[in-house]
């Protein structure tokens, strides 16, 4: 990737949910899989190394990276967002057995060299926090990805799941900027629009990236919505979870979404519903917005 900044892609494809596709088993129906996407214009894999069936620290990449094995020249076609500082209660060998985050450098430095190894890549093009650390040493922290970033190793770096006051505050001894900032948007979960913090990521001009923007299908099952949905869908011509992505993108500053789901049919339906050219008009924006809040803007 040319540009490790630039998320190119209609949208990205995210590797949580790898191990609950059965027909991805295998590391060769899934370099199929993987080459498939690239060939239709997505190149974009948002990974964590907690992603995975919970047996083991990087379940999905190692999956991922297997898959590449098999195809080396997809390496250099595919863009890699990567994501940790989490350890989960079941991975964590202290005595205590406690989910908690880790920023420190020796954690995050070798966290990268694994995820590396796990993916058989060369570069993570994003390496993002995945959630604020109150144990956070900012210069500390700040030095470690600064070096990850001049060694080659990771193209460039962000936060998830972060506040203004706890990204600006690493961004304040960071001598590289951060470049992403990704965090839950959907017209279920739209509370970054009004709390701050899409202003503040639009200021800082942080690259919008929203997870869960189908509400992990729970948007469809309100009947509401799923009416709304249902009934611009069939107007404008494209799919409810076309509309509901053109929800997001009717933001200015338009965020980039990361689908969930891995089934071939349901992203490519959703690649058709991209490339046609339709804006959300404003009320619909709002009804749709009302719907899932079940009351009026103020």
């Avoid at 990704?182 to 913090?197: H, N, P, V």
């Avoid at 919505?225 to 338009?254: D, F, Y």
Wanted: charged share 25%.
């Amino acid at each position: 990737m040319a540009d490790p900044r630039a998320i190119d892609s209609p949208f990205i494809l995210g590797m949580r949910n790898l191990h609950l596709r059965p027909e991805l088993d295998t590391p060769s129906t899934l370099a199929d899989w993987i080459e498939q996407r690239v060939d239709e214009g997505l190149h974009w894999f948002d990974h964590a190394d907690i992603y995975g069936d919970g047996s083991r620290m990087g379940d999905a990449e190692a999956r991922f990276g297997e898959a590449l094995a098999l195809r080396p020249a997809l390496k250099s076609k595919v863009g890699i967002i990567a994501k940790t500082s989490i350890i989960p209660a079941t991975l964590d060998d202290s005595p205590f057995s406690v989910k908690h985050y880790n920023s420190s450098p020796d954690y995050l430095a070798r966290s990268i060299d694994d995820s590396l190894k796990r993916l058989g890549v060369e570069r993570l093009d994003h390496l993002l926090l995945h959630r604020p650390d109150p144990l956070l040493d900012p210069e500390a922290t700040a030095r470690a990805l600064e070096d990850a970033v001049n060694a080659g190793k990771v193209g460039a770096v962000g936060v998830s799941n972060h506040l203004p006051t706890q990204w600006r505050r690493l961004q304040a001894v960071l001598s590289i900027p951060l470049t992403l900032n990704q965090f839950e948007l959907s017209i279920a979960r739209s509370a970054a629009l009004f709390d701050g913090r899409w202003d503040a990521s639009c200021q800082d001009k942080l690259q919008a990236v929203a997870y869960s923007p189908l509400f992990g299908g729970r948007l469809f099952e309100g009947a509401l919505v799923k009416e709304m949905l249902c009934q611009l869908a069939e107007q404008h011509g494209l799919s409810p979870a076309g509309i509901a992505l053109a929800w997001l993108t009717r933001i200015p500053g338009n965020p980039t979404a990361i689908i969930g789901s891995l089934k071939s049919s349901r992203v490519q339906a959703l690649l058709e519903d991209s490339g046609k050219s339709f804006t959300l008009d404003r009320t619909a924006w709002f009804a749709l917005l009302e719907s899932a809040r079940a009351h009026r803007v103020l």
